[in-house]
């Protein structure tokens, strides 16, 4: 910590300032997995607040997984992963490469919205918040294998839509720009809608394998995403 800071950001309660401050250090990657974090004394003298204070800031950050506190040794940022998860959040792109094969993508859709009543349920926002959609479809080997649907908060990619997506995958923009603190996901199979179905060149009665994604980003939601895979041309797969 080699810059003064003041844990008082307005109404802002001073634990979440402190919080604030020790996930940003960490998202910058000032601070890197495994680093040891200062200690809660060091803190509090930094900040001019009680331990009691820094203490509710580091409980709360190693209860999302952001630290990780070893009895007697300190507190240390711990390993980006996300309990019980079977898919790892990274590029389509660099997953296609990773096979061998060549990745290329379509823009269907890509627009700045308001938010409907539901969005702003999803997003925990208020109605009338700025949004960006996305469609894209991703190709493997000219094969279409996944129609991405993405919502992103404008607040966290005020640059969204300036990206040329034919060079870069929303995935990646959006690990550059918001980090990822938390992630919320659910599979199911389902039959896609026509304007689906007509993307991955399938039938609308070939069931697909759909990923719906929620992630977070400096305490806010960053993206909701659902992202429709052929069921014949595309599996899960992952370990823990």
Sequence with gaps: MTKTTTANSGALPAFQAIKNFLLKEIQTGIWKEGDAIPSEAALAQHFSVSRMTVNRAVRELTS?????????????????????TLVEIKSIAEEIRSRGHVHRSELHQLKQVETSEALALEF???????????????????????????????QLAPDYLAQDFARITPNEYLVACAPLQGVDYRIEALLPPKAIADMLHISSKESCLVLHRKTRSQNKIATVVTMWHPGNRYQFTGSF
């Design 64 to 84: 999302e997984q952001i630290l990780h506190r070893i009895q007697g040794s300190g507190t240390y940022v711990a390993q980006q992963k996300y309990q019980a």
């Design 124 to 154: 925990k926002v208020k109605l009338k918040h700025s949004l960006f959609h996305s469609v894209i479809v991703h190709f493997e080997n000219d094969i279409a294998i996944q129609v991405e649907d993405r919502w992103v908060n404008a």
